[in-house]
């Protein structure tokens, strides 16, 4: 089975945050950062911070949705200190 991820990106434009999740976050990234309608659009360019792994799309999905209903910027900038999970 091929691995998914949970991802968090940063706006490098108002350091706000995105969680999202695919089975290729760095892929992702580029295309967040290309020429598109939606919200990641108006904030641009983004910087991928923090990745998840899991062994199934499902299980990524459902990480994501628990990380976006903490609706809290302090839990995602804990969990970024904490897993050491940017890739700069």
Do not use: C
Not at 31 to 50: C, I, M
Not at 55 to 71: M, P, W
């Amino acid at each position: 089975m091929e691995p998914h991820y949970t991802y968090i990106i940063q706006s490098e434009k108002d350091q706000s945050y995105y969680i999202g999740s695919s089975k290729d976050p760095e892929k992702r990234l580029v295309k967040h950062n290309k020429p598109h309608k939606g919200y990641t659009a108006r904030k641009q360019p983004w910087k991928l911070v923090y990745t998840e792994e899991y062994d199934s799309k499902t299980e990524a999905i459902k990480r994501e949705n628990f990380i976006k209903n903490q609706k809290s910027s302090e839990f995602i900038e804990s969990l970024i200190k904490n897993k050491g999970g940017s890739v700069d």
